[in-house]
C-alpha cells in the first residue's frame, strides 16, 4: 500500500477525492493519505482536520525547510502530492525526488509555470480545441519533470467556463488516480469522461454518486 502525502494551499478537491477513493472497495489496499501540510489556512486543511488526516501548517521558507523536511520524514510518505502554490526548494525536490509528483491543468509542456485554473484560460484564450490534464515528476524545473499520465478531454465552445473547469478538475483527479495505479505496477484505467494515456480498458469505479457525494464534503 502507497502512503501518500498532500502538500496544499487551495480547496482540497484532489485531496478529497484520493481520499474517498481510497475507501472503496477497489483502492482500499492500493493507497492511503497519511498526512496533509499546508503552508498556509486553507480548505484544504480544514479538511484534513474534520476527517481526522494528521496535519500540519508549515510556513514555507529558506528558514522552515529543515522543519518541513522533518514532519515528512515522520510521515515516511511513498508518494507526494504537491497540490501547493510554491516552488519547492532545491533540497526538499532532492532529498524527495521520485517521490514528488504534480497534476497540472494542461498538455504539458503546453501552458506551464501557471497554477490552478489559469491553464484553462490561456488555452481558451488561444482558441485551443482539446484541453487536459498532466501528472508528472517533480524537478528543480518548474513543471518541466518526465511525464507519468495525461487525460484528454475536447473542448465545447459553448460550454460554461464552470463547467469546463468542472470536467478539467474531475479529469485530473482520475489522471492523479491514473497515475497511483502505474506506479503501483497495476494496469491503468478507463473511464468515459476522458482519454488517458497510459490506458488499457481497466474501468474506474467512480460514478456520478460518488462525483456528488464528493461534492458535498467539499461544500460542508
Known sequence: MK??????????????FLHAASSTKQYSEL???VGVIADRECRALEYAKRFNIPNNKVK?????ENTFLSILEEFSPDLIITNIHRILGPDIVNKHRKRLINLHYSLLPAFSGTIG??????????GCKFIGTTVHWVTEDVDAGPIISQSLLAINEKEAFLHL????FRSGCLNLLNAILLLSGREPIKNDLSTFAPASGVEASIDEEFWCELKGQLND
Open 3 to 16: 502512503k501518500i502525502v498532500f502538500l496544499v494551499s487551495g480547496g482540497g478537491g484532489n485531496l478529497a
Open 60 to 64: 514555507f521558507g529558506w528558514h522552515s
Open 165 to 168: 473547469t468542472e470536467r478539467v
Open 31 to 33: 493507497f492511503r493519505v
Open 117 to 126: 485554473i489559469k491553464p484553462i484560460e490561456q488555452a481558451l484564450s488561444v
